[in-house]
């Protein structure tokens, strides 16, 4: 098993950047995918993006994000960051990390990762 906890969130003006960390437990972290979702108040959760494990450190982004945010881990740390950059009021969200190991199909889905943190809220308001 795993436990997260993410951090680092906050309120940012609108083109600001903010990193966001989520820190695990467990002996077994460098092997599993670690995956960022966000929710909207009123929207469903959506995935943001992944990184996989087991040193393929294998990246993939939702295109909303992609050229914006950056996800990169330190498994010595038993961290992961998400850095999101040129942050919109469309970013204001509760930002979550998950871990697991989904299968391709599975990566952006949520069915794909059975551990989570209990989120970090992002605001992005002038």
């Known amino acids: 098993q795993v436990q997260l906890e993410e951090s680092g969130g906050g309120l940012v003006q609108p083109g600001g950047s903010l990193r966001l960390s989520c820190a695990a437990s467990?002996?077994?972290?460098?092997?599993?995918?670690i995956g960022w979702f966000r929710q909207a108040p009123g929207k469903e959760r959506e995935f943001v993006g992944a990184?996989?494990?087991?040193?393929?450190?294998?990246?993939h982004y939702a295109d909303s994000v992609k050229g914006r945010f950056r996800i990169s881990r330190d498994n010595a740390k038993k961290t992961v960051y998400l850095q999101m950059n040129t942050l919109n009021p469309e970013d204001t969200a509760r930002y979550y990390c998950?871990?697991?190991?989904?299968?391709?199909?599975?990566?952006?889905?949520?069915?794909?990762?059975?551990?989570w943190g209990l989120g970090t809220q992002v605001t992005v308001s002038s």
């Open positions: 467990g002996n077994t972290f460098s092997q599993y995918t």
């Open positions: 998950a871990a697991g190991r989904p299968i391709l199909s599975e990566l952006r889905r949520e069915t794909g990762y059975p551990y």
């Open positions: 990184i996989r494990g087991s040193g393929g450190n294998t990246y």
